[in-house]
């Protein structure tokens, strides 16, 4: 099973953005109108995060640089008086981060779950306690959640590697890259193949090549056999309808998403292609335009009701 479009919302400490019910594409790879060295940045920061990714999931990487170099693009299509900020010397560090991280640190999440260092490419104004509008503060990170049947948002305090959190993160979060784990933030850790799991503790992750299976104890990733997740098969494989099967590449016949490498999608009549699920590939739509067929720019969000973009409100 790979991850699905949210009926509603995509969200992420950057994004906020209206999702089609259909799954349908809605955007591809743009650069137009990005200064050349925010450009080079983002496509950077892309491409060091593919490499990573691919070389630990088996993904292809010209189709693993694309997605997430336009996922990044799409960040710096943000940065513009009264919207984002960006700083290039942060842009060495988070690439430094992320080549360090090992592969149980990697996963194929959607938004990428980046290294800390990577919170100080690309940031907001809004202090502690406003609402993310455009985005939050350094030092603060974006709370994201339901209030009243609708999307609110508040800036909370980043919290580091060491400081206290909690399961309900109303006055604080883990910075990216970090997990609340024992009711501190931490970074998670590897645990040897054969060796006992839990579950429900994010730091304590399997080693590359394993996951924690229902015998609470770290078994190597599947090439055949039952499972729910994808992250249950081996790299290279995928769970599809109940059993892990080798992920088809572009152009492969295919009846489900499940069937198809990461980043690509099962499109009509049928064939496995590039064009991924989500819409972090166009430049987003502001305050009162219409989000039905285009998303909305950073902290803003698509209304339910009336699919134009609006502020989200500060939650209380």
């Excluded at 907001?124 to 306690?129: E, H, R």
């Excluded at 024992?182 to 590359?208: L, N, S, T, W, Y």
């Excluded at 994808?230 to 016949?253: F, H, I, N």
Aim: net charge negative.
């Amino acid at each position: 099973m790979k991850p699905h479009c949210l009926n509603a919302l995509v969200l992420s400490a950057l994004f906020v953005l209206g999702c089609s019910e259909t799954e349908e594409v809605v955007g591809k790879q743009h650069d137009a109108g990005i200064p050349a060295e925010l450009l080079e940045s983002a496509q950077r920061l892309g491409t060091a995060w593919a490499g990573k990714e691919a070389a630990c999931e088996k993904a292809e990487l010209e189709l693993t640089r694309a997605y997430w170099t336009a996922f990044f693009e799409n960040q710096a299509a943000a940065v513009a008086p009264g919207g984002l900020l960006f700083d290039p010397a942060a842009v060495t560090p988070c690439v430094a981060a992320m080549e360090s991280l090992a592969c149980h640190e990697v996963g194929l999440s959607i938004p990428p779950v980046l290294p800390a260092a990577c919170d100080e490419v690309f940031y907001g104004t809004a202090a502690i306690g406003e609402p993310c509008n455009p985005g939050c503060e350094r030092g603060a990170t974006c709370l994201l959640a339901r209030q009243s049947d609708a999307w609110c948002s508040r800036c909370v305090k980043r919290l580091v590697e060491g400081e206290v959190c909690t399961d309900e993160p109303a006055e604080g979060r883990c910075a990216s890259g970090l997990v609340c784990s024992g009711g501190k933030c931490a970074r998670p850790r590897a645990i040897e193949q054969g060796q006992p799991c839990d579950r429900f503790d994010a730091a304590a992750v399997c080693e590359a090549g394993s996951y924690c299976a229902e015998s609470e104890l770290c078994e190597p990733r599947k090439t055949s056999g039952g499972c729910f997740w994808s992250d249950e098969c081996a790299p290279g494989y995928s769970c599809v309808e109940g059993g892990c099967q080798r992920w088809k590449s572009r152009g492969a016949t295919c009846s489900s998403p499940d069937e198809c490498e990461p980043h690509a999608s099962c499109s009509d009549p049928g064939g496995c292609d590039a064009e991924p699920f989500f819409v972090f590939f166009k430049a987003g739509v502001g305050v009162g335009q219409s989000c039905a067929e285009d998303p909305c720019q950073p902290a803003l969000a698509c209304s339910e009701q009336s699919s134009v973009c609006e502020l989200l409100p500060r939650c209380e």
